[in-house]
């Protein structure tokens, strides 16, 4: 029986709430199936291990993951540390560190989910993004002159380079081709006459090898305006790191919201463990009170299950995601429900082993 070794990471405020139902979740599929199970490594470091060790996880903490097939982590950050050191530390360390250069990012309307948007209906909100997530505006390189000087001048770079932009773009193509769905980029050319013209540039270039692909292109800021007037247009969706990680919050907006939203920073080449998270954050305004959406969790561990190659049990996970929405039954206070955050992992649970 295969047995992958899976690091956890719960991190801070609602992290370690979210992150048991997601290690739920992927027991129950293990036991479910039958034929592999999990070896599950905690490993507690956050903003608490900050205040007593004076770093966010040891030096080595890559050296230590690197032998893991896969790390989860719950989320990041929390009021006493400032979150440039808490994020930059930690959760951009590893995604550098480990080149998990594809952000995997589904913005997907389930029957049952709130949406903000009047008359949506959920096959018009069915897109995937690939945010780049290895480089661009998250380089995190720069200088800060003259400070605290009336001189003060900060630059912080940005940093697009062809082998980063052309595998991030090849992946959304191929990505594209496989689902028959269009591919649309997502830049700024007009402003940033640097970065941007060289992305689309790229973009352009790697298209050639996608005839059959529908290729279309948006400036960011008409990107946000059809994503919410006219979000049936988006299939697949290829952009920059900072134009990802907003564009995703707006699409967990108006999917459902920030409880239901996933991420995978995948590195495809298999060379370092890939990480699996919700995209929201620690939630300190409702950390500790035990009603945090798990199911953004919990379908960032389909992502995981899918990654190992159990798709069928990661598509049980999101039918078992499904089925709690259409009925409408053990969810929590944001999607209208009453149910706490282990009522509704177990909700999962149970329909994962029936
Ligand atoms: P956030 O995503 O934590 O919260 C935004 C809003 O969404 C809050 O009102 C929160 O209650 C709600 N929300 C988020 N997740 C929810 C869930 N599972 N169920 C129900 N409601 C949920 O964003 P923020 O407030 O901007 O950031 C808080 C902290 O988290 C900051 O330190 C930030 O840097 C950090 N952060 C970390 C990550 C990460 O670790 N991946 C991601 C985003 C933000
Ligand atoms: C996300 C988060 C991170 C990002 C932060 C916490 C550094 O917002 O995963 O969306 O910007 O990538
Ligand atoms: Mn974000």
Redesign the pocket.
Known sequence: MEEYRIAVIP?????PE?MDEAVRTLNAAAKKDGTFSFHFDTFPWGCEYYLKNGEMMPADALDTLKAYDAIL???????GVP?HI??RDL?LKIRHGFDEYINVRPVKLLPGAPCPLAGAKPEDIDMIFIRENSEGEYYGTGSWLYRDTPQEVVIQDSVFSRKGCERVIRYAFDLARKEKKSLTSISKGNALNYSMVFWDQIFEEVGKDYPDVEKKHLLVDAASMFMVKDPKRFGIVVTSNLFGDILTDLGAAISG???LAAGANLNPDRTFPSMF??????????AGQG????L??VWSAAQLLEFLGHKDQADRALEAIATLLREHRDL???MGGTASTSECGKAIEALMLA
């Open positions: 991190g801070d405020g609602i992290g979210v982590l719950g989320a990041v950050g929390f009021p979150d808490s994020l959760l919201g920030m409880g998270e919700p995209i929201h954050g620690s939630a300190p305004d409702i009603i945090a959406n798990p953004a969790s929590t206070p944001d």
